[in-house]
């Protein structure tokens, strides 16, 4: 059963916080919330925790994964940006916006889209997650969590239906599902993909 830490959203407690960080170094993976419900979340380099993302999930390697990152300025290192994109992420950053970019050389081709070879980037203004990301200095692999016949609402509901299955869980409280507005990025135009939790009158 997967290990459970209770972290302070607004102020979270370092040594758990370093609990979490030498869970993910040590090839786990773990279920963290974000300010668009919880999200399943492993190290950039492991492979077998991609794969078993996959499997809890039943995700097609057609399914772009996120990069959650600590703050704009990693994401020139994983994702392409011309002048106009980068203004507007500035502009909106942090937030509940998951952008569609094409990816560089440095993001392992296992987690670009097949086809499209874009990946997800976020930003997210959760106190938990900016201490995991500050902690551990890279981004998070990411997806969130949605199984079909289930609603993640608090920690019950995620140990229910996947405590088998991850290393260790985040319990933040009450964590409600609310989907970030999806924007594609990754072609000449802005194309919102999905409406979501992000003001999509900020992209005016």
Known sequence: MAKLVAIHPQNPQQRLVTQVIDVLKSGGVIVYPTDSGYALGTVLGNKNGLEKIRQIRSLSKRHDFTLMMRDLSHIGEYAKLDNNAFRLLKKILPGAYTFILEGTRDVPKR??????????????????????????????????????????????????????????????????????????????????????????????
């Open 111 to 204: 987690l670009l889209h097949e086809k499209k070879k874009t990946i997800g980037v976020r930003v997210s203004e959760h106190g938990v997650v900016q201490a995991l990301l500050e902690e551990l200095g890279e981004p998070l692999m990411s997806v969130s969590l949605i199984l079909e016949g289930h609603e993640f609402y608090d920690i019950d509901d995620v140990r229910d239906a996947v405590g088998n299955k991850v290393d260790l869980i985040i319990d933040d409280g009450y964590c409600p599902p609310e989907p970030t507005t999806v924007i594609n990025l990754s072609t000449s135009s802005i194309e919102i993909i999905r409406r979501g939790a992000g003001d999509t009158s900020l992209l005016e």
